[in-house]
T-cell receptor, first 113, second 115 residues
Framework: DQQVKQNSPSLSVQEGRISILNCDYT??????FLWYKKYPAEGPTFLIS?????DKNEDGRFTVFLNKSAKHLSLHIVPSQPGDSAVYFC????????????FGTGTSLTVIP | ETGVTQSPTHLIKTRGQQVTLRCSSQ?????VSWYQQALGQGPQFIFQ???????GRGNFPPRFSGLQFPNYSSELNVNALELDDSALYLC??????????????FGPGTRLTVT
């Protein structure tokens, strides 16, 4: 049972434009959400997180939005850079220090120079 | 460079065999988690070890077992391999149980192929 879903396997964006990656979840008990970035032959790297008490968290070019009523979160990258090309996973856990993360299937982002 | 290493990089085994995958955590990290990432899927939590004891398990059968050693290394053992066990196996270390995700570092993974 896939509790975290990323329905877009891939996304292509021009350099300098905005990239928007989407993620949906089904379990309303999730309290903490994360985005990871993964390059080939490397493990996932933590990118940004958001607690369920917030609806937005920003870190430089990366902003995560959370819509709890819709059980939806999104990652905005502005402006997109070629180095952002990677697979992005969203993940959720039941609390911030939780040891079990539920991952989506990933979205492969390509930023075209 | 996360300081987390895994060996081997690739491995091919036959159905029914047993396999041991190894992870060397970042120095000082007493917590390690293991994940299975099947092709086209996201990582799935197998279990976590804290100070050499299992601390939480995902939906994986008992033939998946682990060990953690005092020197910050750990092992994932899988018995009676099945074709569906073919996947990328990731370990992730963190400085303590309950650490937040930004303190958890993943290794590059071991690609296991079961034929």
């Amino acid at each position: 049972d896939q509790q975290v879903k990323q329905n877009s396997p891939s996304l292509s964006v021009q350099e300098g434009r905005i990239s928007i990656l989407n993620c949906d979840y089904t379990n309303s008990m999730f309290d903490y959400f994360l985005w990871y970035k993964k390059y080939p032959a490397e493990g996932p790297t933590f990118l940004i997180s958001i607690s369920s008490i917030k609806d937005k968290n920003e870190d430089g070019r990366f902003t995560v939005f959370l819509n709890k009523s819709a059980k939806h979160l999104s990652l905005h990258i502005v402006p997109s850079q070629p180095g952002d090309s990677a697979v992005y996973f969203c993940a959720a856990s039941f609390f911030r220090g939780g040891n079990q993360f539920y991952f989506g299937t990933g979205t492969s982002l390509t930023v075209i120079p | 460079e996360t300081g987390v290493t895994q060996s081997p990089t690739h491995l091919i085994k036959t159905r029914g065999q047993q396999v041991t995958l190894r992870c060397s955590s970042q120095s000082g990290h007493n917590t390690v988690s293991w994940y299975q990432q099947a092709l086209g899927q996201g990582p799935q939590f197998i279990f976590q070890y804290y100070r050499e004891e299992e601390n939480g398990r995902g939906n994986f059968p008992p033939r998946f077992s682990g060990l953690q050693f005092p020197n910050y290394s750990s092992e994932l053992n899988v018995n009676a391999l099945e074709l569906d066990d073919s996947a990328l196996y990731l370990c992730a270390s963190s400085p303590n149980m309950g650490a937040s995700a930004d303190e958890q570092y993943f290794g590059p993974g071991t690609r296991l192929t079961v034929t």
